[in-house]
Nanobody, 120 residues
Framework: VQLQASGGGLVQTGGSLRLSCAASGSTFSVYALAWHRQAPGKQRELVATTDTGGRADYQDSVKGRFTISRDNAENTVYLQMDSLKPEDTAVYYC???????????????WGRGTQVTVSS
């Protein structure tokens, strides 16, 4: 399985970016997908997930600003990021995995990160 993330860049506070992650090598539609981020000196954190039915969940800090979506025909997952803040600055990673019966998402495969920098 290969995941290729793209779409990062430099944006001013309040701006928008759309990240994309194209997958290959698996049956895309049967897996949950997620976006994570890691800021300098911090642990990687889960930002948003979408399950096989397209239901989305978000970290509290991005609710109302970020939108995760998936296009199973294109084997691609997106993260639309609006009203960006400097604290959103991080390397963003996509992953493919499963949602356990306990409700937690467990990644199986990771893509390479894409840098998002929000200037103040």
């Amino acid at each position: 399985v290969q995941l290729q993330a793209s779409g990062g860049g430099l944006v001013q506070t309040g701006g928008s970016l759309r990240l994309s992650c194209a997958a290959s090598g698996s049956t895309f539609s049967v897996y949950a997908l997620a976006w994570h981020r890691q800021a300098p000196g911090k642990q990687r954190e889960l930002v948003a997930t979408t399950d096989t039915g397209g239901r989305a969940d978000y970290q509290d800090s991005v609710k109302g600003r970020f939108t995760i979506s998936r296009d199973n025909a294109e084997n691609t997952v997106y993260l639309q990021m609006d009203s960006l803040k400097p604290e959103d600055t991080a390397v963003y990673y996509c992953s493919q995995g499963v949602v356990h019966t306990n409700g937690y998402y467990y990644p199986n495969y990771w893509g390479r990160g894409t840098q998002v920098t929000v200037s103040s």
